[in-house]
């Protein structure tokens, strides 16, 4: 199973109902449809990438499954979050990398990864979950991993618990994706 599957599988098994979601890297938008089908009417997916391109193939996929009304779409980098959501959230996801099929250079970097994370640790509700896929198969990538081994490595083991989760046959380049959870 790829880790981005077992990140949607880990979420709707802690939580089978969502108020509020964060797709941080909205990308092709499978995560934000993911989100969007977790969502209570009353809630809302606000979904986060710098690239006007990403937010458009990601609006046609929700509209095509008749669900554009749940997400809001930021064209914004993930670092502003705590500027545009107001309430807490119950869940934020990170695929960090690049858009696939696209410019390999537009992609997530660890300064603004770092900031986005210690947003998203503020803004989580307790009991929620944040999930971190990282990629260090690429020179940028490994740099960016490091940084968030490193910055999950300061957490408040009083407030957070993280768990790592490898791919089949892992080595250092394969993805790695780390959930954390907000204790209740
Ligand atoms: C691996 S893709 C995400 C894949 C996506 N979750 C999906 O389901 O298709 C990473 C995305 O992060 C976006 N990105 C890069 N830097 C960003 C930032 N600072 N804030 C938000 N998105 C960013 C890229 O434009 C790219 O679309």
Known sequence: ?????????????????????????????????FLAGLCSQEGMIYSFDI????????????????????????????QNMEKVIKP?????????????????????????TITALDSATNILRAGGLITVLCYPGTDEGRVETREVMNWLSKLNKDEFTVSEHLSEKPDDTTPVLYVIDKKS
């Open 51 to 78: 690239q006007e391109e990403a937010i458009d193939i990601a609006e046609k996929l929700l509209n095509d499954h008749n669900m554009p009304t749940s997400v809001m779409f930021v064209n914004s980098g993930h």
């Open 1 to 33: 199973m790829s880790l981005t599957k077992l990140a949607q599988i880990l979420i709707s098994e802690k939580l089978s109902s969502i108020d509020y979601g964060v797709d941080a890297t909205c990308g092709n938008g499978h995560d934000s449809l």
């Open 88 to 112: 807490k959230v119950d869940v934020v996801m990170f695929n960090l990398g690049y858009l696939p099929n696209s410019e390999r250079n537009i992609c997530t970097k660890p300064e603004t």
